[in-house]
């Protein structure tokens, strides 16, 4: 299918890749059908990028790459919760922020998004109770 | 405001003792554990379907979002 993104302009993708949100991102409850497009090879940022809105779009990264004892577990079991598979192996995606210069990007390592691999099912969960923030500098 | 806040119809206020709970429709159940002080420890059940948050940590990661949002935009600053 052909989607269109304001960032890196329109994009085939299989329609299998579309992940479904079904509690939307936090702030944008309407959202709720996005897929993961690269930016360029090797980069450690990704584009989460609606498939209903050409303007909407996140750039993510793997928590793991911010800190290397990310609890990447836990966010399992709580997107479980909230509808993820227990069996099914996930992808961690942590939202980033570019503020623009001089300030430096940072990662919502409160808040990451768990996609299922197998369920195509995508979920931002909280860890209420972490030493985690919105804003970590990357 | 949260969209909860947007759907609300109605509104109650109750008074509970630690150890008693409130239910909302068929699904939520809302129990009051303990009361110390200035806090109350409360227990929320509800469906999986329905995502449970602090409201200033919704607030706050709203906020984020949006805010990473606008600066997707800024993607070719990034390596």
Redesign the interface.
């Known amino acids: 299918m052909r989607i269109e993104s304001?960032?890196l302009g329109p994009q085939e993708i299989p329609q299998e890749s579309v992940i479904r949100f079904?509690?939307g991102?936090?702030?944008?409850?309407g959202a709720d059908r996005f897929c993961v497009l690269e930016?360029k090879p090797g980069?450690r940022?990704k584009?989460l990028q609606s498939t209903q809105r050409p303007d909407?779009?996140?750039?993510v990264t793997d928590p793991l790459l911010v800190d290397a004892s990310y609890p990447v577990d836990m966010v399992h079991r709580l997107g479980t919760?909230?509808?993820l598979d227990p069996d099914e192996p996930i992808a961690v995606a942590a939202?980033?922020?570019?503020?623009?210069?001089p300030k430096r990007?940072s990662a919502?390592l409160?808040?990451p998004v768990a996609i299922g691999a197998r369920t195509q099912i995508g979920v931002?969960v909280?860890l209420?109770d972490s030493p985690y923030q919105?804003?970590h500098a990357l | 405001m949260t969209p909860a806040m947007l759907l609300c119809r109605s509104m109650l206020t109750f008074t509970r003792k630690a150890g008693q709970a409130i239910l909302i429709g068929d699904t939520i159940k809302v129990s009051i554990k303990e009361v110390r002080g200035r806090h109350v420890r409360v227990t929320i059940e509800a469906p999986r379907e329905i995502p449970v948050y602090r409201q200033e940590l919704y607030e706050q990661i709203a906020a984020e979002n949006r805010q990473a949002a606008r600066a997707a935009k800024l993607l070719e600053d990034l390596d």
């Not at chain 1, 991102?25 to 409850?29: A, Q």
């Not at chain 1, 909407?56 to 750039?59: G, Q, S």
């Not at chain 1, 939202?95 to 210069?101: D, E, F, K, L, M």
Request: with cysteine; proline share 11%.
């Open positions: 304001e960032q079904p509690h991102i936090v702030g944008f409850p930016v980069s940022f584009l909407l779009a996140f750039v919760e909230l509808g939202i980033v922020c570019i503020p623009g210069a990007p919502n409160l808040a931002q909280v209420h919105v804003r």
